[in-house]
């Protein structure tokens, strides 16, 4: 055994969150894209079947009140509450993050102070919320800025309405300062929008102690809630009453069985929902929370750092000099849960890494996405990723 593959060893002996690898369905590949797609708790299959056969089967319309359907969109947020930092009452569960990004730029800027034309944008977002965020500005009559996260503070302005930025780069890795850059946008009288959807379950976000206005995100990457599971929807308690959807769908009316022609909004988290939720989507996610009880999110940053510190590490000694380069960043403060390698061919090197059993994530033309879920990964799984990427990238095949 090599020095790293002792380390390796001693670092997942030690590892208290190791025993919760159990809790998923894997098997001997390594899994490093649980940031895409967060693997299958176990007991999620029975909880659905039983979802299917007695609640959907059986008592039919009946659960949308005695199986807590009809509630599921708030009760699942409170759920999620406690990983992203947020007191009960102000997330729900519902729709694509698209959608939210959608609800909650829009809402943003009509939370904003009056005669404000500006929304900033994360320049190097995610496709879909920069594709959205053009979509409200201009049904909303705002201009897009498009601004690098850093330059978020000199940019930002009288004319600045909202700021839709991500925690986590979902290319890079890199985590953004969310809270000295939401006190930036506060100073300047705009409103805060995040996107959590790569911090999430992988590093305390702390929405209600930074003030963060209103946040977005996935619940199928690090939260395991399973292919298109819904997202979710932050608004900070002092904005609830003043939160106007664009989407005032009936599900969030304060009678909704009243069925009224006239939209009176509910009160709370409610208000940002649309309209009939997803419930089997729903209720998976809700079941795969499970895994989170007891775990404490500081443990789960500890060793996502860990993680990422010493795949680097493996990968600048096994891997031959100059085929690969990290674009994460080395600073802890500054890295997410990821470590995307730059690498000129890193598209038939991704193809070679899965065919051998790593399962890794390309980024087009030329990053290797690698992502640590530590709920489920190990300091093992990472020695064996980087010592396989050497040698493919030693081999003829790439
Ligand atoms: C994964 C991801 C999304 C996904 O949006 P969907 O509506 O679920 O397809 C959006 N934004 C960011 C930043 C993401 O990482």
Sequence with gaps: MSDLQERAQALDTADELAPLRGLFTLDDTVYLDGNSLGALPRHVPARLQEVLTREWGELRIRSWDESGWWTAPERIGDRIAPIVGAA?????????????????????????????????????????????????????????????PADVPGALGTRSAAVLLNHVDYRSGRLHDLPGLTAAVHAAGAVAVWDLCHSAGALPVGLDAHGVDLAVGCTYKYLNGGPGAPAYLYVAERHQAAFDSPLPGWTSHADPFAMTPGYAPADGAVRGRVGTPDILSMLALEASLDVWEGVRIDAVRAKSLALTD????????YAPEGRVASVTPAAHAERGSQVALRCEDAEPVMRALIARGVVGDLRRPDVLRFGFTPLYVGFADAERAARVLADVLSGPAA
Excluded at 112 to 128: H, K, N, Q, Y
Excluded at 311 to 317: R, S
């Design 310 to 317: 010493f795949f680097l590490e493996c990968v600048t000694a």
């Design 88 to 148: 009960p009452g102000q997330i729900v569960v519902g729709d694509s993050t698209s959608v939210n990004v959608f609800k909650a730029v829009v809402a943003a800027s009509r939370l904003a102070p009056e005669g404000r034309d500006e929304i900033l944008v994360d320049a190097s977002t995610f496709p879909t919320d920069g594709y959205i965020a053009a979509s409200a500005a201009r049904m909303t009559g705002h201009r897009i800025v498009p601004v690098d």
